[in-house]
């Protein structure tokens, strides 16, 4: 039985503000005037006032004794009554006529005279893309309400609706599996065996998740896509459902254990729930795949410009470098005008030796000059290869 908590049927609140009294159990004076008519005496009237604005707020007739007794106080205060409420509950015969009374004053329909009919076709609709029996009933209960229906007991709408569902359900596994070969149910069913030597049933690893984007991780997810991918292609099954069923049905053999999948007696259901679940362990192992493919590019190319980042700060360091190793050459150039022509070459050429001698050598500006070349050619094709 589906939790009532869950669903929107309507209760009574423990507790209600006055506000909530006044909003939706103050009757007026169209209602007080529909009650003495209705119903002769002040008690009767009063019970039945009661049974109307409690009608108004639920969708249908509670017991009296049921009616929270500070809704029973506000109704009597209004009706100027001295009574603090009704303490039981009305005889048969007066439900009864209370009833009809409230059926004709607000337009509403027994729930016995099509209401079921309603549910029927609104659930058998609803049921093609929901699985949820709250959801499923809620849409009753919504429908219901839009087409003046009395609401029906919970007990009742619940397993109606269940009913139904599984109606549809069991509709939509004959249509899936309508086509299903021996051989491919065979395949299915070779998914709760595991294979020997195996730790894990195909099942379980179909449910797998990549633990990073490391380069060994993604050549062992494009193994395992190409291991999932030639199982069988459930497409052409499963092309008769609604997408949203496909994800609920692929959702609920998620869930599932070895144990549970295997207790699935209805074949068609078992093989329904491990194609629908397969499709979507496709589905995701390739956006996981694209995913590691996405982050291993965005690390290379993090990395690249890291790099060149520190070949352009050696670039920068290097023209620092000569610029300074030239100012000093431009001052030993200076230095030596004094001299005789051979003496100035032979003093200049001595202090270039020795300038280039103490700021590295003669490669040291060709190295850097070089690699940054390399790294920003590399890096231009790669871009344009993207």
Not at 130 to 138: E, H, K, R, V
Request: aromatic share 6%.
């Amino acid at each position: 039985m589906t939790a009532i908590e869950r669903t929107a049927y309507p209760r009574f609140k423990t507790t209600l503000t006055q506000v909530e009294l006044d909003q939706f159990y103050t009757p007026t004076e169209e209602e007080i005037s529909f009650v003495n008519k209705a119903a002769s005496g002040e008690s009767q009237q009063l019970s039945l006032a009661i049974l109307l604005k409690s009608f108004q707020k639920l969708g249908y007739l509670p017991k009296l004794s049921q009616v929270p007794k500070q809704i029973q106080q506000h109704v009597a205060g209004k009706m100027e009554q001295q009574s603090s409420g009704q303490s039981g509950d009305v005889p048969r015969t007066s439900r009864g006529r209370y009833r009809q009374a409230i059926y004709g004053y607000l337009g509403i329909k027994p729930y016995r005279e099509g209401g079921a009919e309603v549910v029927d076709r609104i659930v058998q609709q609803t049921a093609q893309t929901m699985s949820d029996p709250a959801d499923l009933i809620n849409v009753a209960i919504e429908q219901l309400v839009v087409e003046r229906f009395e609401l029906p007991g919970y007990r009742t709408l619940d397993e109606f609706v269940n009913h139904l569902r599984h109606q549809v359900h069991q509709e939509l596994y004959a249509q899936v599996t309508a086509d299903l070969t021996e051989a491919q149910k065979a395949i299915l069913d070779g998914l709760l065996i595991r294979e020997k030597g195996a730790t894990r049933h195909m099942f379980t690893r179909l449910k797998a998740l990549p633990a990073k984007a490391s380069l060994k991780w993604v050549r062992k997810w494009e193994k395992h896509l190409e291991r999932i991918e030639t199982i069988i292609d459930p497409q052409p099954f499963i092309a008769v459902l609604p997408s949203t069923k496909v994800e609920q049905f692929a959702a609920q053999a998620y869930q599932m254990e070895i144990s549970d999948i295997k207790g699935v007696t209805t074949p068609e259901k078992r093989y329904t729930l491990l194609l629908c679940l397969l499709y979507q362990m496709q589905v995701r192992t390739r956006d996981q795949l694209v995913t590691m493919y996405l982050k291993r590019i965005g690390l290379i190319h993090r990395n690249a410009k890291q790099r060149l980042q520190d070949l352009h700060d050696q670039q920068r360091a290097m023209s620092e470098t000569l610029i300074d190793v030239f100012a000093d050459v431009v001052e030993q150039a200076e230095s030596t005008n004094s001299l005789a022509q051979e003496e100035k070459d032979a003093a200049l050429g001595k202090h270039v030796r020795q300038i280039i001698s103490a700021n590295g050598g003669y490669l040291l500006p060709i190295t850097p000059h070089r690699q940054m070349s390399r790294i920003n050619s590399n890096l231009i094709t790669w871009n344009r290869g993207v």
